[in-house]
């Protein structure tokens, strides 16, 4: 599978980062946490206090969640 991931400066939409990776031999719902999971510590790397989290997979939001 494949992940990908893009953090934003607001409110001014700076783009920070964008990014991607390929994951073998893994499911779609793991490439995807993997993804959330890159983004947010990108996030926190470049000094975020704050974050907003979007995804077009519920599943894998709820699965991040715990």
Same mark, same amino acid.
């Given at each position: $599978?494949?992940?990908?991931? %893009?953090?934003? !400066?607001?409110?001014?939409?700076? &783009?920070? %980062?964008?990014?991607? +990776?390929? @994951?073998? /031999? #893994? #499911?779609?719902? @793991? +490439?995807? =946490?993997?993804?959330? #999971?890159?983004?947010? @510590?990108? +996030?926190?790397? @470049?000094? +975020? /206090? /704050?974050?907003?989290?979007? =995804?077009? =997979? !519920?599943?894998? &939001? &709820?699965? =991040? &969640? $715990?």
């Amino acid at each position: $599978g494949s992940c990908a991931w %893009i953090v934003w !400066r607001l409110p001014e939409w700076k &783009l920070m %980062i964008a990014a991607n +990776a390929y @994951l073998a /031999d #893994t #499911t779609s719902l @793991l +490439a995807q =946490s993997a993804g959330m #999971t890159y983004g947010v @510590l990108a +996030a926190f790397q @470049l000094g +975020a /206090d /704050d974050l907003v989290v979007v =995804s077009n =997979s !519920r599943l894998a &939001l &709820l699965h =991040s &969640l $715990g």
